[in-house]
């Protein structure tokens, strides 16, 4: 089977398929299975642009070079336009604007200046970032994840996928079928290596983060992608970090004190991680930038 990033969508065989699937999984009685199927479809044919299209998943270290070298451009750049003097400034100038309304372009150099260098400290929610791997294999993790979320959500069942010898092709789990059946038209990955792509990224994402993951030397900010309630304990996940965080009484209450106890509320939201002297990792209010004129001397 040729391997592709095009995907336009399920044929009405396949969805059946994915139905099916989840039927035999326990799909609540209260489903909405064309919303549920319009959610799937979407998510799969935008993971598989974004594997496509260049520059939608970013690796860090070469962003970082990338913007670097366009700072260094743009200072180049202005030191040039300094070096012209005043009268061939002003002609370039001129030629940005009409009569009367003439434009600085040392102003305009030093503003892309400032917005290249504050790109280069803050994450870009325009892109898929990842460490490793090609664009194919980061869409292949975003697409397992998403419809492990689909399958518990839409069923209440915990996921679970596992290595079973006796299985058709080596796997098995409460959710296996159901994302065989999503992924195997999408084609990121061959049909016989899928299986093992599956169950690898199911352990990522059922991993439970601990210290270790954090930096204990510094508070780690970190924004809520989903709660979920899961072994008698709500769990969170976040969109910077792999795995889950099971929330104790005191974490909990600390997110429930900072964005109340609406958990539809808390998605998006920011707060902070530290590991503390006991090596438990605890829950804090991110640090905001006050907006308070300071007082006067």
Same mark, same amino acid.
């Given at each position: 089977?040729?391997?592709?990033?095009?995907?336009?969508?399920?044929?009405?065989?396949?969805?059946?398929?994915?139905?099916?699937?989840?039927?035999?999984?326990?799909?609540?009685?209260?489903?909405?299975?064309?919303?549920?199927?319009?959610?799937?479809?979407?998510?799969?044919?935008?993971?598989?642009?974004?594997?496509? &299209?260049?520059?939608?998943?970013?690796?860090?270290?070469?962003?970082?070079?990338? !913007?670097?070298?366009?700072?260094?451009?743009?200072?180049?750049?202005?030191?040039?336009?300094?070096?012209?003097?005043?009268?061939?400034?002003?002609?370039?100038?001129?030629?940005?604007?009409?009569?009367?309304?003439?434009?600085?372009?040392?102003?305009?150099?030093?503003?892309?200046?400032?917005?290249?260098?504050?790109?280069?400290?803050?994450?870009?929610?325009?892109?898929?970032?990842?460490?490793?791997?090609?664009?194919?294999?980061?869409?292949?993790?975003?697409?397992?994840?998403?419809?492990?979320?689909?399958?518990?959500?839409?069923?209440?069942?915990?996921?679970? &996928?596992?290595?079973?010898?006796?299985?058709?092709?080596?796997?098995?789990?409460?959710?296996?079928?159901?994302?065989?059946?999503?992924?195997?038209?999408?084609?990121?990955?061959? #049909?016989?290596?899928?299986?093992?792509?599956?169950?690898?990224?199911?352990?990522?994402?059922?991993?439970?983060?601990?210290?270790?993951?954090?930096? /204990?030397?510094? &508070?780690?900010?970190?924004?809520?992608?989903? &709660?979920?309630? #899961?072994?008698?304990?709500?769990?969170?996940?976040?969109?910077?970090?792999?795995?889950? !965080?099971?929330?104790? /009484?005191?974490?909990?209450?600390?997110?429930?004190?900072?964005? #109340?106890?609406?958990?539809?509320?808390?998605?998006?939201?920011?707060?902070?991680?530290?590991?503390?002297?006991?090596?438990?990792?605890?829950?804090?209010?991110?640090? #905001?930038?006050?907006?308070?004129?300071?007082?006067?001397?």
């Amino acid at each position: 089977m040729q391997l592709t990033n095009h995907f336009d969508g399920y044929t009405k065989e396949q969805e059946k398929a994915i139905y099916q699937a989840l039927k035999e999984a326990g799909l609540k009685a209260d489903a909405d299975w064309d919303r549920i199927l319009f959610v799937i479809s979407t998510t799969m044919v935008d993971l598989c642009e974004g594997a496509s &299209v260049p520059g939608a998943v970013a690796y860090v270290s070469t962003k970082k070079e990338q !913007l670097d070298d366009f700072i260094a451009a743009l200072g180049n750049v202005r030191q040039t336009y300094e070096e012209l003097g005043e009268r061939y400034q002003w002609h370039l100038d001129d030629q940005l604007g009409p009569p009367g309304h003439r434009l600085n372009l040392l102003e305009a150099l030093d503003s892309a200046l400032t917005a290249a260098q504050l790109a280069a400290t803050k994450p870009n929610p325009h892109v898929h970032i990842q460490e490793t791997g090609t664009a194919r294999n980061h869409a292949m993790r975003l697409a397992v994840t998403s419809l492990l979320a689909i399958f518990e959500k839409t069923t209440g069942i915990k996921p679970t &996928v596992y290595f079973n010898q006796h299985a058709a092709d080596g796997y098995n789990g409460s959710c296996y079928k159901f994302i065989v059946a999503c992924l195997a038209p999408v084609r990121l990955v061959a #049909r016989k290596q899928l299986g093992s792509n599956i169950l690898s990224e199911y352990k990522k994402w059922n991993r439970a983060i601990t210290a270790s993951d954090l930096d /204990k030397d510094k &508070v780690t900010i970190v924004t809520m992608q989903s &709660v979920e309630y #899961r072994e008698e304990k709500w769990t969170l996940r976040f969109d910077e970090l792999e795995g889950c !965080l099971p929330l104790d /009484k005191s974490n909990f209450g600390a997110i429930c004190g900072l964005y #109340r106890g609406d958990l539809d509320e808390w998605m998006g939201q920011k707060i902070a991680l530290c590991v503390d002297h006991s090596g438990s990792i605890q829950i804090l209010a991110p640090i #905001r930038k006050s907006t308070k004129s300071p007082p006067a001397a």
